[in-house]
């Protein structure tokens, strides 16, 4: 399966559990891990993504990010997870 077809069908796969995930940690199991796997990365490897890593950014003293990507000792980025909880 090419990186097209794992795309669309995590696409699909959100489409048909968002309105059962109620946490951020849901959330991210359910979409955002698969997703980063699609993108090559190992999940399990810490250093190739590290939950919740702490880091100082600016003004911003003590912030995590929730998911940074690591490759060869170096952040490519970081995903934030965020839910909108329906009353």
Request: charged residues 25%; contains cysteine.
């Amino acid at each position: 399966m090419d990186f097209k077809d794992v795309i669309r069908q995590l696409s699909d796969r959100v489409a048909k559990m968002k309105d059962n995930i109620q946490t951020e940690e849901a959330t991210k199991n359910a979409f955002v891990m698969p997703f980063i796997n699609a993108l090559g990365y190992d999940v399990f490897n810490p250093m190739e993504v590290l939950p919740e890593f702490v880091c100082d950014i600016g003004t911003k003293k003590g912030e995590k990010m929730i998911m940074p990507l690591w490759k060869k000792v170096s952040l490519l980025c970081s995903l934030s997870v965020n839910i909108v909880c329906r009353i």
